[in-house]
């Protein structure tokens, strides 16, 4: 079977083809218990009988993870096979609920047999595998709720795209590199300052001499971004992370999540206490990056930079 070979990426196809099966078979047991129902009004059906009283569109919806429309049209068919019917709210006459009428009651009364006949047999079969499906199920549903599969996919490819760079420390080879990052970026949102200037044309004296480093990351001869550190005068055992740049070529890649986390480290390996930041909350990519890390907004510090108008620490 062509869906073996492919394996876990066929599981939304795998998933489809198993729910048709159960589908089919669904509608032959309604039809074998005299039970007026379609499989797909189910959950609507369920959530209404075993609740006293009305619930809104609304309610429902949420109780069984269906969009508001679906709801809608679900109600709307079952509204015309006479088994609900809509309300006013008693407490509340601007809002309308959706109760079972007498025939919707009588068929809640008839299907307790088939539940009870249903969930034996599902049972059964699941103690029959090795693996239970509902349990895996649970859980799966639970890890794509705290990570979609879209974004575990994005995941996938960064750490695929990263495999194959290095960061390393700056050496002078990279000093027209660090310059040209820096600037490309700085200008695209604002204006380079003297600070801007002072540390990307002499970043040997204005930051390795005075304590502080500067990581390079590199694919083969290519370098994609650039980050550094600098040794803060005023607050000892503090280091600000600064001049970090990505190449527009190699953006989206994650290299910035890599030189950040590298620069943490360096960090730790100068022995500092706190990695300090100034940014502008115009960079909305590189402020959630940042979140991510573990940095938190802090104020009150001096700023030479005019664009700076948000501040973060990280404790370490």
């Excluded at 508001?68 to 709307?76: A, D, E």
């Excluded at 509204?79 to 025939?103: P, Y």
């Excluded at 009588?106 to 539940?115: D, L």
Aim: hydrophobic share 40%; net charge positive; charged share 30%.
């Amino acid at each position: 079977m062509i869906l073996d070979e492919i394996g876990e990426m066929s599981l939304g196809t795998r998933l489809r083809m198993l729910s048709e099966t159960v589908m089919k078979d669904a509608k032959e047991l309604y039809a074998l218990y005299d039970v007026e129902l379609k499989p797909k009004w189910f959950p609507v059906f369920y959530s209404l009988s075993h609740i006293p009283g009305g619930k809104s569109i609304t309610s429902i919806a949420n109780e069984i993870k269906h969009s508001h429309p679906s709801v809608i049209k679900i109600v709307k068919e079952m509204a015309k096979a006479g088994l609900v019917v809509e309300k006013k709210d008693d407490k509340d006459g601007r809002k309308n609920n959706i109760h079972l009428t007498t025939k919707g009651r009588e068929v809640a009364v008839k299907i307790e047999h088939q539940y009870l006949d249903v969930g034996n047999a599902i049972k059964d079969a699941l103690a029959q595998t090795r693996h239970n499906l509902w349990k895996a199920m649970q859980e799966f549903e639970y890890l794509l709720e705290q990570q979609s599969l879209y974004e575990r996919v994005v995941a996938q490819r960064k750490t695929r795209e990263t495999a194959s760079v290095s960061i390393v420390e700056y050496h002078p080879k990279y000093k027209e590199a660090f310059k040209k990052l820096n600037e490309e970026w700085i200008t695209r949102y604002f204006k380079l300052e003297a600070a801007d200037l002072k540390a990307i044309d002499h970043p040997q004296e204005n930051i390795i001499d005075k304590g502080g480093a500067i990581l390079v990351a590199i694919e083969g001869h290519a370098v994609l971004g650039v980050c550094a550190l600098l040794k803060m005068e005023d607050r000892p055992k503090v280091y600000e992370l600064a001049k970090m740049a990505v190449s527009p070529a190699a953006q989206g890649k994650g290299i910035g999540r890599l030189l950040g986390e590298a620069i943490i480290d360096k960090a730790r390996q100068l022995d500092a206490d706190i990695v300090y930041l100034e940014s502008n909350t115009k960079l909305k990519p590189a402020i959630s990056l940042y979140e991510k890390l573990g940095f938190k907004k802090v104020a009150g510090h001096p700023t030479p930079y005019e664009r700076a108008n948000i501040q973060m620490e990280l404790v370490l």
